[in-house]
């Protein structure tokens, strides 16, 4: 009995690390000796639990809109996760209307940089 209990609290602690935590922004991630937390962008519960942070578009879609610096966060993996964008195209609220934190803002940026060093 006491096996079922662990197995079963365990099961309810993996839920909420993949698919809970992630769509409120936060992610818990295994560290050097004990585990560790950041922000991250939202994602909704509909969400496949396999996409991760990590699995930004890794090339070019294959649908015929070409992904430019100005609509990088209005396609693709991005579609529908922010509500206003800047004149360049840069998110500036989420897609409940919320402010984007400053260190959100430097995620997105490297990972909007780092999309166009691997495509060039």
């Not at 365990?10 to 809970?20: A, F, K, N, Q, Y």
């Not at 100005?70 to 195209?89: H, K, L």
């Amino acid at each position: 009995k006491g096996k079922r209990l662990a197995k079963d609290i365990l099961s309810l602690c993996d839920t909420l690390r993949d698919e809970t935590l992630p769509t409120i922004g936060l992610e818990i991630y295994d560290g050097n000796a004990f585990p560790k937390w950041r922000f991250a962008v939202p994602r909704s519960a509909a969400s496949d639990s396999d996409a991760r942070e990590e699995s930004f578009p890794q090339t070019l879609p294959k649908n015929d809109v070409e992904v430019t610096m100005s609509n990088f966060f209005q396609t693709g993996r991005y579609a529908n996760e922010f509500s206003a964008f800047d004149e360049e195209g840069f998110p500036t609220h989420n897609a409940d209307g919320k402010e984007l934190s400053k260190r959100l803002i430097r995620k997105l940026i490297k990972k909007r940089a780092a999309f166009f060093i691997k495509n060039q």
